[in-house]
């Protein structure tokens, strides 16, 4: 069954903690991207990756690291650097040099308490 | 780097009506610009979507207009139903030939509500 899988569903830390978000897909793609989704925020870019070992910043990187060091997995760490990180996070991926869809993985809420 | 911008941030219509969402972006490279519907609580799923050499694109009641010379686009939904109650994103991938080559920013959303 191919796909992108985020786990887990639901989150939860303490403050100060860092946590690591994970990201896995098999359907081949070259690209993937991570999203922070706020209520009436839209979905903002955190980092992306075009290619295996090698990455992006996105709009609003700060306090957050990423690796990418296969192709199928593109994991987030929220580091104790990220002043407010509690958010529903969202993966996705694509084909890198096509222009075609992304897709989405179910997300991971986040609640740092 | 590219900024889109949605509006409304929310829309309201009777069943049957129409609706209609608009987005501009900034970056010249960009050539993708797809289209999200996400319902509550589920993952954002592509409803349509438009590249940069085409200037409309249809697909039953949901269309797509691209405007490449004011860097717009906007999304037509006729004959609105409740089930088309969600909310929607549009999108833009940036192109080659710019340092942003891949990046897909997404505008803010629009709350869209078909009341029976």
């Known amino acids: 069954d191919g796909g992108i899988t985020q786990s887990p569903k639901y989150l939860f830390r303490k403050e100060g903690q860092n946590v690591t978000l994970s990201c896995e897909q098999n359907?081949?793609?070259?690209?993937m991207y991570w999203y922070r989704q706020d209520p009436g925020q839209g979905l903002r870019l955190i980092y992306y990756?075009?290619?295996?070992?090698?990455?992006q910043k996105g709009d609003i990187a700060e306090g957050y690291s990423v690796s990418r060091e296969k192709k199928e997995s593109f994991p987030l760490t929220v580091t104790s650097a990220q002043k407010n990180p509690t958010a529903f996070y969202l993966c996705?991926?694509?084909?890198?040099?096509?222009?075609?869809?992304?897709?989405f993985g179910q997300g991971t809420r986040l609640t740092v308490v | 780097g590219e900024n889109v911008e949605q509006h409304p941030s929310t829309l309201s219509v009777q069943e049957g009506d129409s609706a209609v969402i608009k987005c501009t972006y900034s970056?010249?490279?960009?050539?993708?610009f797809p289209w999200y519907k996400q319902e509550l609580g589920k993952r954002p799923q592509l409803i349509i979507d438009?590249?940069?050499?085409?200037g409309e694109k249809k697909d039953q009641r949901i269309a797509v207009t691209l405007n490449k010379t004011a860097k717009h686009f906007s999304l037509h939904i006729t004959e609105t139903q409740p089930e088309d109650s969600a909310v929607y994103f549009c999108?833009?991938?940036?192109?080659?030939?710019?340092?942003?080559?891949?990046?897909?920013?997404f505008g803010q959303g629009t709350i869209l509500t078909v009341h029976p």
């Open positions: 996705a991926s694509s084909v890198r040099d096509r222009v075609t869809e992304a897709f």
């Open positions: 970056d010249s490279a960009s050539n993708y």
């Open positions: 359907l081949n793609h070259d690209a």
């Open positions: 438009i590249r940069s050499n085409v």
């Open positions: 999108a833009a991938r940036a192109g080659a030939g710019g340092t942003s080559y891949g990046k897909l920013t």
């Open positions: 990756s075009q290619i295996v070992n090698d990455f």
